[in-house]
């Protein structure tokens, strides 16, 4: 489940609980279970009649948390958050939840994706007397509701506040008596409600839901806000603007194969994808093999269109946490694996059809077939279940600058070569949208990366600032 | 790669390691990758001119060792095990490899199986002068060597020693300048041996040499004993009585896919296992679920020569290590899942096949199903890889006892409507053999634990001795 | 050096340095020589050209570090801080420093002391726009120092701050290259500067100085603040109002025996004011027991002036930090001492003159005195080297209310009574003052503890209060 | 706590307990209050219907015992050990309590001390059959017990064993259902008894019973055994050789201040040593200094004597266990202090009597006068509180051979001069006798260190032996 083998980062989950008994309890279960959207750190926030909370700290749920300090984390009001791993920006003041104390009323914010206009209104409210103590999103917004410093309705703050802002965002927002969860007006990033007991859980991917027995009520929608108090649900809509864009890399790549994103499991998805790529690339190999862990439904579909067998050809290598000792580059260079190794009996005298989710920079897929063929495979045709990646994503994904992507500097043909592979094929635009089974609604797919056509205006949002803390 | 949600324990893992610069850090990463065999305690073993470095406890490799005390391995030479989990029987003591001071010279031994007369040979040793400080097989061992108390020809000591047990082992022995690994005569557990740069490793499972960038050379034969030092390699014959009896388990649940044993690739055999299931037993259903991970082979055999998709209906949660903080039984009860979950969307509505390798208590096929129903399948038919799990192991596989195993006591009828499915099949002893390729060249399997012909004298073995520690 | 024996908790410890390669690592054995002002949680921040470098957390400074964490902390500059424990207020949001970015410039503040007029302030600036994420004045000051949002002239933003700060705080202050140090008009808790080869040091004791061989220049003036940049040190005085009143109990209890405050030895101090405590209540007794740590100078003191012989009756139990497990409630009763244990031999049969630093709950006295006397004392005669603790601290010292002071509502024939001794005798105050050997230059002592004189304005700060955060 | 400062390594500690619940606990707090005698190392091992228990590991006892491994050591009996640094020799092989299984019977032991022919019976017993696992001499006295293979009347093997070792030992002996505790026959090293409610424990220092509340009953004898079982206390004397020679370092280094040994109580010794150390060399000074914290008493008792006033011009900087991050080389010389430093206030300007307990090697002697005379003293005059240390200890005193110990080729003149002290004396060994106060019953002191009179036969224990491993 560790992800940071591949160059794409996931960003960030989040999770909150209402009305549930020993609701910090859940989090850590449902927190666990989004651990592939964020490795780098974690933490929870509960609220009871004595206040808020807190733990958290960098590493993963298993590390961060133990039984004592999850016991402190009383009450029946939780929001969690998993962040991901990056050395380039942030240190722990960036990790997620944020609490805020107020003359009001205390808050909590927790969120995953990418503000865009963040630099200016940071800038407008530092010069209004804001002071920001980390470059983290979430801190940004509980400044943005309290700009107009007024004491009540404070969901009109909220709606005000979430106008303000351009961009992607999933976020959760927990008072002492109530959770607000929203999401940015093109539906980039997934956030869905559950039913749990008598209380009520939200969460960036349905898999939670499972992990703590709770029950799907529905998807929330792109420019709503829900608020879960005593009362129950209730809906706002933010924006008459909506222009739902499910960010397709949360199909491809992201999310858990079991986590259902706007009605479209991810597994499916993906493994219709492999089909499509089939029939859009039929290539004559012996087995079909799918880098682990996001490639394999793909490779299955593919395997099943083309009736080649799907083989086990690459295993990854499970190891987790901080604790791991990682092999020094003398050790790699002498053939320690670290995360991935070949099946030598398999692919040894086969040709290949390797199915991949992506390439961004092409090193590891370099790597992959270098090892595949030192493990004896004839031929290695790689075959990509997604269009070339070509443009950055401004909106909470960290694939790098444009000098980064190889994808938007060298043709087809020059990847190839590059990577080594006898031949290489990418799934078409068409193909992608077809692979939701058209029961997206009217979802449509935020599909950038591939075609550079942002929904979003960028305002300056310059290259170097996408190393910035998005999380 | 947690297994404990199984009935059946893995049963150790053994690695050594000559002639390699800091051979330590190979073992580190070795053991890491055999640590699906144990999860209770694992330890190396170096040697030097210094002496013997020790470092063993009880947890998994990542959490036992840091920078700090695996740098204090010096040596070239290097000897570790990783240990199965049990709450029933021994505690520190019997974490592996012992080290052993001797006026004639030092040794350290680690093993995986389980010796049938140890109980005689102990007592025949103590009333020698022996006096043991464990339960462990490895420090009889030890002893036997040294019955003799003649202080040269080693390896006609070992081998003297080696006729003496009765059993299932594979076992190495390291001496300041040398590593000697041996099977038991039936061949019960794999045992290879590959080459690294100018030195030598061997391993219980050929993962790891893969892990470490080892060139696999070959099996270690039933009834040998390899010696390598600067000479290179030698092999010796301790027995002329040989019948290769390979664990049947090693290949249906126990290895890792990606590994070789006795020239058959675990997965590959795992596929053509679900294949030949399907031909036995076709079951009419929407889609083919596996138990993951042990069974995913077979399910995708299953989906392919039935032509019905494999889907991923159910998903197994990661976790590791001592960190990870257990549900409480309330929390279970409320719908936490520990270790599997289903997924809603892909079975919910579905009649599904479910391929499993085995079924021991019952008790987990039982909630698989009903898990499967809750979350909407219609109907759950379930299909074993494997023939009727029906007698006990003495081999060094901790299954239980008769009345544990709900095979022994149970026809198949009884059982189907103990774990609740609509049908169950399971695979046929032939088919099982077809399984293999018919590559394993001379070596049979063991199937004890299928047709209860039990390849050694069991001798008065009892089943109270059943729990004792084996490993 | 664990403190929590005692009722009252110190109250937090601040080291800046500047100029020094490694800065952080000097941090760690500072804060580690301060740790006896306060073990709840510790913090250190780096700053260099790629940023501030932040690590925090609940624990002792050996916990939360380590080799990797520090290495992280790269710069020149650092500052860092330790924190006193409470279990009533104050969450992990509460760890000092705190990190603000800033359009005009990043910084960092750490300080310990208590701002009385705190709440006053926050509603202010809540109302001007600012939102605080804890309950930390440090968090407030930087508040204040942004209200103007001006953009240039920091010294002046820093001062004008300060003349809005009503109360006791020790204060530094990080910018990307320069240290701002700051003490209250007051002077109620100590702040020195020292040389540390071509850089500068800060530190709440002198204890820290010596701790990394640095060397003392002197103390830092009430009313002062002094920045450090590459032009070396330059002095500000931002009120002319100044009345030097340092916390007595610095002297009496919170500072290391080795730090020396406003000219004047800690241990020096406590062992006049034993002698004193002689010349005033001279008592007939065979032995002189100190309560250890902090009351063993004073009862040299008393045994040197009186010829009384010194014995060693109590002993400190050594432990450390979060790992030790507390002994349960019945092993406590059934005679497991956790902290302080009598020397049997010593105190059996003997007239026992004891001399603690104060009372202030008097529940730990009455232990005491109990312990002796099941050891075998015959008399037991305590003497304190300090007057009758009377009034609640609004300083930083968090000793509780008028209700939980067993000095304002007792007389001492009362509290005699309730600690069980044969006699009680308090040192007087005019003693007090003598003990600092009248080298103290023109600092007076707060005193308020004793006598109610409160140097300051107490605004409306009631006793709910008390518990607020305050370090 | 610490010691690992000076140059001699305190060597382990023992201790039982027998008949009360959860004795494992009583054993955790029993160790922990011993920790002073050994850092390395510390194991528990308990004994219930189930079976023995054994946790034990490197490190202190709070960083090898947490709740969850504690609570597994079930039972009413138990046996803990604490073991003392070393580098040179012993792995984790070493770490005592050991634990036997026999059919006759299960047992567990534990030591302090150093066997002075346990080369000879190494070899005789592994000529016999035995087989060691480390250069422990408890594994050795477990193969003595068991060498004559007889399966009852263990009290005569025990017996039997005792009279075939020569040298220093303290041992306990665990079976299911009785605590054997007994002495060398010269009692070189200290054991105790005790009472705890209805039960009893032993322990190598009287401190360790004033931890957990229980009752002091009575030394055991050299020479003796005594067993405890359900019957209560019974003694046997294994020899009627007896010549009682307690370690005087025991005394003078080693235990804890609150300690009594053989009737007299540690601090009361060390504090008459330092007023004989006046008596005999009365030295014109402004203060007396003691090097913290074994030097403590006998700088008081110098102070006492001479009238000159006791300072507290060096501390000790208190750090425990592995966690701390050793200070580089380079930080060092920067003046970074890892274990002293001096109170540049109290130590400035001043003519300065330093006692110190020892000189083994002379370096840190010669570290803290440098230190005294940097900080500002004008005379250091070292007087040390015991005779020339000049002979190795072969009795489980880890100093070193001849050439290490600087007393044994340089005159006191030499010593001098390399320590940089204005003055050295000694105390005489007629004072040393005095010390104890003439209450030590028939005992006397083994001086071996101080004149080279050996009680025991020496063997040929030769000085490469020295760094064997003893404890």
Redesign the interface.
Known sequence: ?MQDFKEIHHECGVFGIYGVE?AA??A??AL??L?HRGQQGCGIVSTDSQG??????AGLV??I???RN?AELTGNIALGHVRYPTTNVG???NIQP??????TGNFAIAHNGNIINSAEL??Y???????????SDS?LF??LI??E?SEDHRIYNIMDALNMIEGAFSMIIMTPNRLYACRDKYGFHPLSIAK??SGYVVASE??AF?????E?IRDINPGEVISIDHHGIRSNDYSTFKRHRMCVMEYIYFA???S?IEGC?V??FR?LSGRLLYREHPVDADIVVGVPDSSL?AA?GY??ASGI????GL?K?????R???Q??QE?RD????MKL??????VSGKRIVLIDDSIVRGTTSRQIVRMLREAGATEVHVCIASPKYSYPCYYGVDTGTYDELIGSSHTTEQIREYIGADSLYYLSLDALYESSGRNMGKCELCTACFNGDYPTDLYNYTEDRLRHDKC
Not at 125 to 135: A, I
Not at 210 to 214: K, L, P, S, Y
């Open positions: 489940m020993n309890q859940y850590y279960y666990h279970s651990q808020m909370h807190l733990h958290k700290g298993i590390e948390f133990n039984k999850l240190g722990m003041e944020f609490i805020f104390n107020h003359h940071r800038l409210l530092e010069r209004r007397g804001s002071l920001f103590q980390s470059s801190e509980g400044h309290k700009k410093r749990l007991g349905t898999c499972d992990a703590i027995g709770a799907f858990r194969p079991d259902d499991n597994h499916s493994k439904s299955m395997s099943e067998p799907y083989e086990m295993l290598n499970k190891y987790v946490g604790t791991f000792i092999p020094t050790l002498k053939g320690v694996k190794s070949p099946v030598r009996s398999i």
